[in-house]
């Protein structure tokens, strides 16, 4: 007696009256669920987010490969007239610490340069913003003063992040304004209003980042000046530290 076969375990080929083993339901089940692709963008996630930590953890550092890593938006000079450059380790102590009341620096001798930060950890329950602001200082003996050039640095993360976004937005309001040009949307009295109107939305979110990048920077760049004002009255010896 010939042996019964189950439709639901062969599906039909290309090739007429033939037939082959079909993938078993349960398999597909789980393919369904867990799809390459999703499991690719869960890599990609994970992946995201250990670098931006690392990022960080790399930016917050206070060792002498962190006081050169950053991106640097902005740079500044300064004089300390009647401060040698060779009495400023004198205001460090023998770690090369300078504790400061709003902000912690760190001198390296060797590469004449300061590592300044405000006061904040990678985890912190005070407000802040996704673009910190730290300076690396150089200093040269310049007569019997000592000349500062301060770098401006925040993450490599957060910058690149930023452009990225301010560049699929912008491309994006540019792409749909050209397709639908192309398509002919302004023929029409309707069309014309729903091109002015999503185009207007466009610019409005350009703005709308644009605002919140500008006050986020002035508001890390204050709490930035703030240390940075400690930090040279303490080396020109005007007031103490913080203890």
Request: glycine fraction near 10%; proline fraction near 5%.
């Amino acid at each position: 007696m010939p042996e019964r076969v189950n439709r639901l375990d062969f599906v039909r080929s290309g090739d007429a009256g033939s037939r082959r083993p079909a993938v078993p339901c349960r398999l597909q089940g789980h393919c369904a669920i867990l799809p390459p692709m999703l499991l690719a963008g869960l890599f990609g996630g994970v992946l995201l987010v250990a670098l931006v930590v690392g990022d960080w953890v790399r930016f917050t550092g206070l060792t002498a490969p962190a006081s050169r890593y950053g991106c640097t938006v902005a740079r500044r000079e300064d004089r300390l007239p009647g401060t040698a450059a060779a009495a400023l380790a004198d205001r460090f102590d023998h770690r090369g610490l300078l504790a400061l009341p709003h902000g912690v620096a760190r001198l390296f001798a060797r590469e004449r340069r300061i590592l300044l930060r405000p006061q904040y950890r990678l985890f912190s329950l005070r407000f802040r913003t996704a673009w910190p602001i730290k300076g690396s200082i150089e200093f040269a003996a310049e007569g019997d003063a000592t000349r500062l050039l301060c770098l401006k640095r925040v993450p490599w993360s957060s910058a690149l992040i930023t452009l990225l976004w301010f560049a699929l937005v912008g491309v994006g309001t540019l792409g749909f304004v050209g397709a639908y040009l192309a398509d002919g949307g302004l023929a029409s009295f309707a069309g014309l209003l729903m091109g002015v109107g999503i185009t207007a939305l466009g610019l409005m979110v350009l703005a709308f980042g644009l605002i919140v990048v500008t006050l986020a920077y002035r508001l890390e760049d204050q709490r930035f000046s703030q240390a940075y004002e400690e930090l040279c009255a303490a080396l020109a010896g005007d007031r103490p530290a913080a203890p």
